[in-house]
């Protein structure tokens, strides 16, 4: 019974460990300009 109390308490810290990573990503500007690195791939610069 003991385990299941320690994998409970795990999967809640590497959860909410996931959710602030998403959270610093969001604030942290990774997600604004999804579009633009898809099409920088299909058109040469010069």
């Not at 969001?26 to 010069?46: P, T």
């Amino acid at each position: 019974m003991t385990i299941i109390l320690a994998l409970i308490l795990l999967c809640l810290a590497l959860g909410g460990l996931g959710l602030l990573t998403f959270l610093w990503a969001l604030r942290s500007g990774q997600y604004d300009d999804l579009d633009g690195a898809a099409e920088r791939v299909l058109f040469d610069d010069e």
